[in-house]
């Protein structure tokens, strides 16, 4: 086993290169500042690269990565974040991203128990007792990615409702967060349509997102 990892650098030697030549400037150009507009939360799964999939250069969207996208409301970490990214960087969009077979979903799911991260997916277990009645109404084979996309209904709703956001759109601020969900296997993005504008949109547009998951995954 290597214990240098020189295949690593030598690919960021290459990279930086690469990306010099088609943007003379472009390191020390962000040397200077970032200001992205976007503000991604999403899971930690090293199959969901959020810059890649949207196709964003370094400087154009800032990260949050946990398992599972959880926006705990006592999870400091997330919270300076949200902080930062609105009273800072002054982010147009917060967008919370789920993904289809989650494996921090699957878990939660069906009481599997990892180690320590139980007590971290304990909050998508609260997801899942929220929703027990409507997931019982799934098929099995399809609640794992039910329960991927609810649980980024809640965690766009805990954005909504944190003070960052709650303060920034008191005082005017313009910020529109959104729920969306990532196909593993097709690698491409839904809107739930989990989308606010403002503290009074919240929940009508918890509805509308709930509404659309009922349509897909319940049979009438
Ligand atoms: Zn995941």
């Known amino acids: 086993m290597t214990t240098q990892l020189t295949e690593l650098f030598e690919s960021n030697r290459q990279w930086a290169a690469r990306t010099e030549a088609q943007e003379p400037g472009f390191f020390s150009k962000l ?7 976007y503000l991604w939360i999403g899971c930690a799964d090293s199959r969901v690269p959020a810059n890649e ?17 959880v926006v705990a409301h006592s999870d400091l970490n997330a919270l300076s974040v ?9 982010v147009q969009h917060i967008i919370v991203v789920g993904h289809s077979n989650c494996g921090g979903v699957k ?12 007590n971290w997916l304990r909050h998508v277990k609260d997801v899942r007792h929220q929703h027990q009645a409507l997931l019982e109404q799934i098929p099995p084979e399809r609640r794992v990615d039910a329960l991927c996309e609810l649980n980024v209904l809640e965690q766009a709703r805990n954005v ?9 759109w008191a005082r005017g601020q313009e910020i529109v967060v959104h729920g969306w969900v990532y196909g593993l296997h097709n690698g491409l993005l839904d809107d739930l349509k989990m989308t606010a504008r403002a503290a009074e949109d919240v929940d009508a547009a918890y509805a509308q997102a709930l509404r659309g998951i009922r349509q897909r995954y319940v049979a009438d």
């Open 160 to 168: 909504c409702t944190t003070t960052v956001v709650l303060d920034a």
């Open 82 to 90: 949200i902080q930062f990214a609105v009273d800072g960087l002054k």
């Open 53 to 69: 999939l949207v196709g964003l250069l370094p400087g154009e969207l800032f990260v949050h990565r946990n398992v599972a996208n």
């Open 107 to 118: 878990a939660a799911l069906n009481d599997m128990r990892l180690g320590l991260v139980d």
């Open 31 to 37: 040397l200077e500042q970032q200001t992205p507009q």
